[in-house]
């Protein structure tokens, strides 16, 4: 998102739309290009011909405006050519054809992003981009320009930015276009001559100095500044994400056009004293720009944020909302010719309709707000207000919620995030000449730094912080209107101080009315559904969508729990085991929801129609929020037939990551099972079990205790006549420190992340 640079420009004026539509042809044709063949890129651009002819030919009016219909037709044409030709490199040639070989080879690539390490249940991996300038492969080589997505398992060596190194590993099929391949390295070594070009070098230098100049300064704020000045996150906590996240401030966590313009606006504001004249000052801002980008690398988010920076100083410096419309659709253009890739990114939307509330509605309300208070006040609340309501139906879409306090908390930290940013570069700057300089500087910086992390993690505790109000077309088309007539008449409601009192009033009742969470809980990553003496365990893929672990005895029962947590969609269903009391509820998922596809594992429920998937040990996928992982059933084990007694050891296992949380779902398989996965697993450890066999005596305590978890669920139906769940069991839960929640005697219970820690909650 784009904040305003410290004055906006001139009021009034007529806004200058011709330029929208020709922007929003080139964007569609990238997103077209990208995902779709030539043949077909070729098919559009002949019919977007045709269709221009037809409307120049019938259409008096499109006549006299005939240079803004070729214009149209011809940005349409060219994204659509260039982003085609671009994705066609990608799709066909040596790497491509290779990787549809799944062949070994060994490389020079040059490093083209920064590794970034990933957590996983067996250990971590890292990935990052690499440039393939040589291949060998099949007694051939090759040398060519191609990118590739690389992973490297366990311990990798230290990689930077512009390395050349030298690899080996096996190629696999890209996961879009934007790659030509996936490599799976089993090598890597930095070449002697290796060593990156002394930017890249002098940036790192300069990454490195910002991190120490804040470094001792709290656990938040060491990881906040390194994200608000060039947009280093890792050491960012999910705690800390998720508060962001509800409180509205996520666009700070990431490198946006926020950064570069209070960075170039600072230096702006230092030149003109210093006596710069207008050129020199644009030289300044090119140059600044230029070296901002290598500070925070120069990815497609980079080079997004880069372009809507300019464009936030540009637009608003010549000529406010006359021209600031016309900068910003010529911005779209270039990014989606530079990077058609950027197109079908949810950042670069945000990005765009944040910049384009920023030059269209906030001087409006500015000036209307400023008839009765002081103008610095009144712009303070317009920007982040304008920038909220043009984001608001497009994070509703991508998210399925709408921040209640994003405004408020925009507002409060605004202040600070200037000083934040500012003083973090100037720390990292002061710490390249003397160390001991910059940690001074770092301890003023923790100051603001400080106010933006309390903001954000106060904000997100006030209940109803965040609404839920789903993703599904008739609630963003309600949002779309809501917030275009909000955007057309707000103007009329802020120029009187008294009903914009009562308003802002209304909307604080609004937002702290609600005295209990409710259900869902906020934060909740798996919830065991109440479905009486059976299992049906649910698992937060993203807004209204979740993957769903067997499905209960009784359809009503998990339909119930599914529409509770305001699941719509279900990208997938593993049914552990053909028992009746996992797989009989089936039906109760499916209906008036999404279904992706059906995991099973040996022992196979009978199930008609629907894309039905053995899973076997081994699989590894990523849904929305969730990396799942199979544990059982192994390879050695697959057959054909299971019988009734065989079902419960041959319970599909799997590990779930979400949220820095490891969820252990295990069926219902039992002692020889559970020692088949003490064998083949000994290294595994979980925070969150799903306690076999609805709690059985039949357990292996040793290996319930091994797995470290601190919280566990039991599902089992209310004076169940098993005794589920055995008080032995219990106790051997209760002897390993393991809170266990248990629907028979609470409900639906939930469990929950927060500020980077993991809690149950019951219903």
Not at 43 to 51: D, F, G, T
Not at 469 to 492: D, K, M, Q, Y
Not at 621 to 639: I, K
Request: glycine share 10%; aromatic share 4%.
């Amino acid at each position: 998102m784009v904040t305003a640079p410290a004055r906006l420009g001139e009021r009034g004026g007529d806004v200058d739309l011709r330029m929208v539509a020709p922007a929003l042809a080139a964007w569609a044709g990238a997103v077209v290009a990208v995902r779709v063949s030539v043949t077909a890129v070729l098919v559009v651009s002949v019919c977007a011909a045709l269709v221009a002819a037809v409307v120049v030919r019938w259409f008096p009016s499109a006549r006299r405006r005939a240079a803004w219909v070729g214009l149209l037709l011809v940005l349409l044409i060219a994204s659509l050519a260039l982003g085609a030709l671009r994705a066609s490199t990608h799709r066909s040639g040596v790497v491509p054809d290779l990787a549809a070989e799944r062949a070994s080879v060994a490389i020079v690539a040059v490093v083209a992003s920064d590794p970034k390490e990933v957590r996983g249940t067996f250990g971590t991996s890292t990935v990052l981009r690499l440039t393939v300038l040589r291949v060998e492969a099949r007694g051939a080589t090759w040398r060519l320009r191609s990118p590739v997505t690389a992973w490297v398992r366990g311990d990798a060596p230290a990689l930077r930015l512009g390395q050349q190194v030298d690899a080996a590993g096996r190629l696999d099929a890209a996961d879009d276009s934007a790659t030509a391949a996936t490599l799976s390295l089993t090598r890597v070594s930095v070449r002697p001559d290796g060593d990156p070009a002394w930017w890249w070098d002098g940036a790192q230098r300069l990454r490195d100095a910002i991190t120490a100049a804040v470094s001792g300064r709290g656990t938040d704020v060491s990881a906040l500044v390194p994200a608000l000045v060039h947009g280093d996150d890792h050491a960012l906590s999910d705690g800390l994400r998720e508060d962001f996240r509800t409180s509205g401030l996520t666009h700070l966590l990431a490198v946006s056009g926020t950064n570069l313009t209070l960075l170039i606006g600072f230096l702006l504001a230092l030149a003109r004293p210093l006596g710069a004249g207008p050129r020199a000052r644009v030289v300044l801002a090119v140059v600044a720009t230029v070296g901002y980008v290598l500070l925070a690398r120069p990815e497609p988010s980079v080079v997004r944020a880069a372009v809507m920076g300019l464009v936030g100083i540009a637009g608003l410096s010549t000529g406010g909302r006359r021209r600031g419309a016309r900068c910003l659709a010529w911005a779209v253009v270039a990014v989606v010719l530079l990077d058609p890739w950027l197109a079908t990114s949810a950042g670069f939307l945000l990005s765009a309709v944040a910049t384009g509330g920023i030059l269209l509605l906030a001087p409006v309300w500015r000036d209307a707000l400023a008839r009765w208070m002081p103008l610095w006040f009144a712009e303070a609340i317009a920007v982040p207000a304008a920038a909220q309501l043009a984001c608001t139906a497009p994070v509703a879409a991508l998210s399925g919620e709408v921040s209640l306090v994003a405004v408020v908390a925009n507002l409060v930290v605004a202040p600070a995030v200037g000083p934040a940013t500012v003083l973090g570069l100037a720390g990292g700057l002061a710490g390249l000449l003397w160390a001991p300089l910059g940690t001074l500087v770092g301890f003023l910086t923790t100051v603001p730094a400080g106010w933006i992390v309390l903001v954000g993690r106060r904000a997100a505790d006030l209940p109803g912080a965040s609404a839920a109000v789903g993703e599904g077309p008739i609630t963003i088309a309600l949002l779309v209107i809501v917030s275009g007539v909000v955007a057309v008449t707000g103007h009329l409601l802020l120029r009187r101080p008294l009903p914009t009192v009562v308003a802002a009033m209304l909307i604080a009742v609004v937002t702290v009315a609600p005295l209990s969470p409710g259900w869902p809980p906020r934060g909740w990553v798996m919830v065991a559904c109440d479905v009486g003496q059976g299992d049906a365990t649910v698992l937060r893929a993203g807004p209204s969508a979740a993957v769903v672990i067997d499905a209960g005895p009784d359809p009503g029962d998990v339909g119930r729990c599914l529409d509770d947590l305001g699941i719509r969609t279900v990208p997938l269903v593993v049914l552990t085991h053909a028992h009746a009391d996992h797989v009989d509820g089936l039906s109760g998922v499916i209906r008036g929801r999404d279904v992706g596809w059906v995991g099973v594992g040996l022992s196979r429920p009978s199930l008609s129609g629907g894309d039905v998937r053995r899973l076997r040990g081994g699989e590894r996928w990523r849904v929305g929020d969730l990396t799942l992982t199979v544990l059982a059933p192994l390879a050695a084990e697959q057959r054909a037939d299971v019988t009734e007694d065989e079902a419960n050891d041959a319970s599909v296992v799997l590990v779930a990551e979400t949220q820095g949380a490891r969820i252990l779902l295990t069926g219902d398989v039992e002692p020889p099972g559970q020692a088949v996965l003490r064998r083949t697993y000994p290294d595994l450890h979980v925070d969150v079990l799903k306690v076999p066999h609805h709690g059985s005596a039949h357990q292996d305590a040793a290996w319930l205790a091994d797995l470290g978890a601190r919280w566990a669920t039991v599902s089992a139906g209310r004076d169940n006549t098993y005794g589920h769940p055995a008080p032995a069991t219990l106790t051997t839960l209760n002897a390993a420190d393991v809170t266990v929640l248990r629907t028979d005697a609470g409900g639906d219970v939930a469990v929950v992340v927060r500020n980077g820690e993991i809690n149950g909650v019951r219903r």
